[in-house]
C-alpha cells in the first residue's frame, strides 16, 4: 500500500532524491562506475570469479535502486519501497568499499519503514521510529567527528585562514548541534522551525564547500516527520504555491552554493548539489514564518 501520511510520503520521496545525489557522488564523481579503476577495486572479493559476480550484482542493485526511486518520486509504493529496501541492501554488501554512514542511515530508514509500514502497517509509529533515527544518525555523526583529524578537516577545508582555537571551537559548536538540536527539535513544538533552521545552515557548508551532496540532503529528508501531520501539510500547500519568497529564497541559496563550492567540483555533482541548495531555499520562508510568526507575509 502507498503510504497516507503526508510526512511519510514526503520522506519517502525525498529519500529517494537522497538515493541519487549518492549515485552521483560514490559512483560517479569519486568512483566512476565505468572505469577500468572501479571495476579493479572488487579485486577485494578475491578470485576473479567472485570479483565478476560482486560487480554484476552491484550493477543490478544500483540500477534497480536508480529506476525505483524515480518510480517513487511519482508515487511511493509497497513493491518500490521492498525493492529500494532490497536493493540498497545488497549495494551494501557487494560495494568494493567500506559502507559510508550515508549509506547506514538509508538503510535503518528503508529497513525499519519495510516493517513498520507493510507488515504492521502502523503510520504513525513509523513516523516516531524514523524520527528516532534521525536523531541517533545526527548523534553518531558527531561520535565520529571526536577526533582530531575532524579538526585538521576542517582546518584544511577553511583554507587554514583562522587561527587553530577558532577552528576547534568551530568543531566543538558542530558537534554540539549535532548531539542536541535534533532532540530538542523532536520535543519542543515552538521551537522546531528555528531548530531545523540552524541544522540547515550547518548543512550548507556540507553540500557546497565540502562537496558532500549526498549526506546532508538524506539527513534533511527526515524533517518532514518531525512536525505533526497537520503542520505539514500546511507547509506542504505553502511550498505548492511557488510565492515569490520561495524563488529569491531558492536563487539565494543556489548564488551561496556557487560562491562556497571550490571550482574544481565535478559538473554532476555540482549539479546535484545546486539542485538540493534550490530545494532548501524553498522550504526557508515556510520555516521562517513559523520561527518568526508575523515576520513574513503568508
Same mark, same amino acid.
Given at each position: 500500500?502507498?503510504?497516507?501520511?503526508?510526512?511519510?510520503?514526503?520522506?519517502?520521496?525525498?529519500?529517494?532524491?537522497?538515493?541519487?545525489?549518492?549515485?552521483?557522488?560514490?559512483?560517479?564523481?569519486?568512483?566512476?562506475?565505468?572505469?577500468?579503476?572501479?571495476?579493479?577495486?572488487?579485486?577485494?572479493?578475491?578470485?576473479?570469479?567472485?570479483?565478476?559476480?560482486?560487480?554484476?550484482?552491484?550493477?543490478?542493485?544500483?540500477?534497480?535502486?536508480?529506476?525505483?526511486?524515480?518510480?517513487?518520486?511519482?508515487?511511493?509504493?509497497?513493491?518500490?519501497?521492498?525493492?529500494?529496501?532490497?536493493?540498497?541492501?545488497?549495494?551494501?554488501?557487494?560495494?568494493?568499499?567500506?559502507?559510508?554512514?550515508?549509506?547506514?542511515?538509508?538503510?535503518?530508514?528503508?529497513?525499519?519503514?519495510?516493517?513498520?509500514?507493510?507488515?504492521?502497517?502502523?503510520?504513525?509509529?513509523?513516523?516516531?521510529?524514523?524520527?528516532?533515527?534521525?536523531?541517533?544518525?545526527?548523534?553518531?555523526?558527531?561520535?565520529?567527528?571526536?577526533?582530531?583529524?575532524? /579538526?585538521?578537516? =576542517?582546518?584544511? *577545508?577553511?583554507?587554514?585562514?583562522? @587561527?587553530?582555537? !577558532?577552528?576547534? +571551537? $568551530? %568543531? #566543538?559548536?558542530?558537534?554540539?548541534?549535532?548531539?542536541? /538540536?535534533?532532540? =530538542?527539535?523532536? *520535543?519542543?513544538?515552538?521551537?522546531? @522551525?528555528?531548530? !531545523?533552521?540552524? +541544522? $540547515? %545552515? #550547518?548543512?550548507?557548508?556540507?553540500?557546497?564547500?565540502?562537496?558532500?551532496?549526498?549526506?546532508?540532503?538524506?539527513?534533511?529528508?527526515?524533517?518532514?516527520?518531525?512536525?505533526?501531520?497537520?503542520?505539514?501539510?500546511?507547509?506542504?500547500?505553502?511550498?505548492?504555491?511557488?510565492?515569490?519568497?520561495?524563488?529569491?529564497?531558492?536563487?539565494?541559496?543556489?548564488?551561496?552554493?556557487?560562491?562556497?563550492?571550490?571550482?574544481?567540483?565535478?559538473?554532476?555533482?555540482?549539479?546535484?548539489?545546486?539542485?538540493?541548495?534550490?530545494?532548501?531555499?524553498?522550504?526557508?520562508?515556510?520555516?521562517?514564518?513559523?520561527?518568526?510568526?508575523?515576520?513574513?507575509?503568508?
Amino acid at each position: 500500500m502507498s503510504p497516507r501520511d503526508p510526512r511519510l510520503v514526503a520522506f519517502q520521496r525525498c529519500l529517494r532524491l537522497g538515493y541519487l545525489a549518492h549515485f552521483t557522488r560514490e559512483w560517479v564523481t569519486l568512483r566512476p562506475f565505468w572505469s577500468q579503476d572501479f571495476r579493479d577495486a572488487f579485486a577485494v572479493f578475491g578470485s576473479p570469479g567472485a570479483a565478476r559476480l560482486a560487480l554484476a550484482l552491484f550493477f543490478v542493485a544500483t540500477l534497480t535502486q536508480l529506476v525505483c526511486s524515480l518510480l517513487a518520486l511519482l508515487r511511493p509504493s509497497a513493491p518500490l519501497l521492498w525493492l529500494c529496501t532490497l536493493g540498497l541492501l545488497l549495494e551494501a554488501v557487494v560495494m568494493p568499499i567500506a559502507m559510508p554512514n550515508h549509506v547506514a542511515l538509508m538503510l535503518a530508514a528503508l529497513g525499519f519503514q519495510a516493517v513498520m509500514l507493510l507488515w504492521r502497517g502502523d503510520e504513525p509509529e513509523t513516523v516516531r521510529g524514523l524520527s528516532a533515527i534521525s536523531i541517533a544518525g545526527y548523534a553518531w555523526a558527531a561520535i565520529h567527528k571526536m577526533n582530531h583529524g575532524f /579538526v585538521d578537516v =576542517l582546518d584544511g *577545508v577553511l583554507g587554514h585562514r583562522l @587561527p587553530r582555537a !577558532l577552528v576547534s +571551537l $568551530l %568543531a #566543538l559548536a558542530a558537534l554540539a548541534i549535532e548531539l542536541a /538540536v535534533p532532540l =530538542l527539535a523532536f *520535543v519542543s513544538r515552538r521551537a522546531r @522551525p528555528a531548530l !531545523l533552521l540552524l +541544522l $540547515l %545552515a #550547518l548543512h550548507i557548508p556540507m553540500n557546497s564547500t565540502l562537496g558532500a551532496i549526498d549526506y546532508p540532503w538524506i539527513a534533511t529528508s527526515f524533517y518532514p516527520l518531525f512536525f505533526r501531520a497537520e503542520e505539514w501539510a500546511q507547509i506542504e500547500s505553502e511550498l505548492a504555491r511557488w510565492q515569490r519568497s520561495q524563488w529569491l529564497a531558492a536563487a539565494g541559496s543556489v548564488l551561496l552554493f556557487v560562491l562556497l563550492t571550490p571550482r574544481d567540483l565535478f559538473i554532476y555533482q555540482a549539479a546535484v548539489g545546486a539542485a538540493v541548495a534550490a530545494l532548501w531555499g524553498c522550504a526557508v520562508p515556510s520555516l521562517l514564518r513559523r520561527a518568526l510568526p508575523g515576520w513574513l507575509p503568508r
